[in-house]
């Protein structure tokens, strides 16, 4: 077992104190903080990808994203911390006013940074299978010493779920790129954040089933973290009712040397994903 990659999930229902406890049980049983100690700019990166409160289950409850900022202050009070998004379907900015994320950044004295409205960096993925060329992605995905994923627990009309690795998509300048053979260009831009990201955590409390941009939301209450984001994804994903071996960013990714999907290497770290799976 001490070999096997950890997943944690713990139950959690909507409420701050409810999700600080578990968001800092789930960090601290990863031992997170040690990687937060040196870093000089940090970036949160939540799903916000349609400008809808986090209730209707496609974009991320910000409470969770405080409890996070909150943990990293602990740890490291001098770095610049900021949240960090672009959207797809509509206006970011609207997305960030409807979450009242103005109003927490200004509380927690953190930046809120729209990728969608950057300057761009051109970025060349080593290795990669189907995003090859220049890609353009925003200025502060390049500057950042850590990026931290932060998605909702969803399902995705072409890419079966989406979730931490998945949500990396929101730095690219056009997301629209991603579209044709999603599963390998997941895995090709992950690759080339992979150190930036050292932990991950799924916003299960309220998740979105049908698609990505206006499902149906389920009331979940879980919480999931790993520092292995395909581990993590994979633990979602059975969260979700949906068998791992299905979808193809993880086989691919962990074909590559990326992490693990392989639920017998994993350590189920709280309660089992599956015990509370929901058919999504």
Known sequence: MTNKIKVVTKECRDELP???ENTFSILDELKAGESLQGPQFIIIKPNYVIAEHYSKGNTTNPKVLEAIIQYIKQYNDNARIAIGEGGFTSDTGKA????LLPEICRKLEIDLINFNREEKREIVIQEARALKGKVAVARSSVECDLLISVPSLKTHSLATTTLSMK???GVLSRKSIMHSRIHQKIVDLFSHFLEKLP???IDGIIGSDG???GGTPVQHDILLGSKDLVALD??????????????G???NAMKRGLGECRASNIHFSGVHPRSKAISY
């Open 211 to 213: 698609y990505e941009c």
């Open 167 to 169: 949500n990396i998509m």
């Open 234 to 247: 994979t633990a979602g994903t059975m969260a979700m009712g949906i068998e791992p071996g299905t979808v």
């Open 249 to 251: 960013y993880l086989n």
């Open 18 to 20: 409810d999700i600080q």
């Open 199 to 201: 932990f991950a955590i």
């Open 96 to 99: 960030f006013k409807v979450n």
